[in-house]
């Protein structure tokens, strides 16, 4: 069973490439920003509770997105591909801890990485057909970036150290950064004789 984590900035990609993983390697994609905004699109309580701090392009709260994952995670056996989490290092540390209880072993971590400007006019070209309240306000996209810089990308000291993280460059057309996205989760295939 593969466990792949999809990691990098807002508008990098990672929703669309999460797609095209989890149909070629027949993994569940798991996207904590979607688990949110069906929460708020149901207005359940929880979805009430997180509606203004993604709106504000701040981070959710921790304990929120963990248990959402627990959830996820409780309710399928499939391989899964993370998108969107983890999102600070203690969501980190929880994903180890849920792996470990969810008996699952992470097999990588994918960084997809893309100049700042690249990664602004991409969230500005998806605004128009999201809908998304935070991809169409260009203070809540520097904030979310603000986020990811001072929250987020510490994240990948904590997957260097366990030699989980590899990097690739996402700044390209998406069919040449899908290529690159295959041949690493072929080259982890490979390895650990799945
Ligand atoms: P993007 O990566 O383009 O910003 P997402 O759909 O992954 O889009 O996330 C949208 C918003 O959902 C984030 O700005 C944040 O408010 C919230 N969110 C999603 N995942 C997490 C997470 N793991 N931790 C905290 N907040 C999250």
Redesign the pocket.
């Known amino acids: 069973m593969k466990n792949i984590v999809l990691f990098g ?3 990098v990609g ?2 669309t490439h999460a797609n095209i993983l989890a149909e070629k390697y027949d993994l569940l994609h798991l ?4 688990m ?2 069906a929460e708020i699109e149901a207005a359940t309580p929880l979805g009430q509770r997180v509606k203004a ?2 709106e504000r ?4 709260g ?1 304990d929120v ?1 963990i248990g959402l994952v627990d959830k996820a995670l409780s309710s399928t056996e499939q391989g899964v591909i993370l ?6 290092v203690q ?1 980190a540390q929880a994903l180890d801890f849920l792996f470990k209880r969810h008996n699952r072993r992470m097999n990588c971590v994918i960084s997809i990485d893309a100049p700042r400007e690249e990664l602004v006019r991409r ?1 500005h070209e998806r605004a128009i057909i999201s809908g998304r309240a ?1 991809d169409a306000n260009d203070d809540t996209i520097r904030h ?1 970036l603000e ?1 990811y810089d001072a929250k987020t990308k510490p994240v990948t000291d904590y997957y260097k150290v366990s030699g989980l993280l590899v990097c690739i460059d996402g700044s390209g057309e998406i069919n040449q950064t899908s290529m690159r996205l295959c041949k690493v989760v072929d080259t982890v295939v490979r390895k650990n004789n799945f």
Not at 31 to 34: I, K, L, Q, R, V
Not at 57 to 60: A, E, F, Y
Not at 83 to 88: A, H, I, L, M, Q
């Open positions: 900035a807002p508008g990672k929703g996207s904590t920003g979607d949110l905004r701090a993604m392009g701040d981070l959710v921790d997105v998108d969107g989490f983890p999102r600070t969501q969230i935070d979310r986020e």
